[in-house]
């Protein structure tokens, strides 16, 4: 199984920045693809970003295009969420994901981390 730990996450002013990390452990990171989510308080969880193995392709929900990108690291089994000009609606508790499959998706992740939280604010 795969072990996923986030972090990265605080309080940050609308125009802010971000960048979360997603380190991964027990297991093989070949071939996984990876994801962000993220959950508003009282909303259902949403795709934010995957990213495929061993790096391309990558896609976004509308919401975050041109705003967020997400990477990875092999090397280093970690996946990256730098989040540029944030907004208060991006709000929310951010969880990172894996795919058993080397190609992106918004759905069917396999493993996933405790989420980190992430407020944007005034």
């Known amino acids: 199984q795969v072990r996923l730990v986030e972090s990265g996450g605080g309080l940050v002013q609308p125009g802010g920045s971000l960048r979360l990390s997603c380190a991964a452990s027990?297991?093989?990171?070949?071939?996984?693809?990876m994801a962000w989510f993220r959950q508003a308080p009282g909303k259902e969880r949403t795709f934010v970003a995957t990213?495929?193995?061993?790096?391309?392709?990558?896609y976004y929900a509308d919401s975050v295009k041109g705003r967020f990108t997400i990477s990875r690291d092999n090397a280093k089994n970690t996946v990256y969420l730098q989040m540029n000009s944030l907004k208060p609606e991006d709000t929310a508790v951010y969880t990172c994901a894996a795919r058993s499959s080397q190609y992106a998706a918004a759905d069917d992740y396999d493993y996933w981390g405790q989420g980190t939280q992430v407020t944007v604010s005034s």
């Open positions: 990213i495929s193995w061993p790096g391309l392709p990558t």
């Open positions: 027990g297991r093989t990171f070949s071939n996984y693809a």
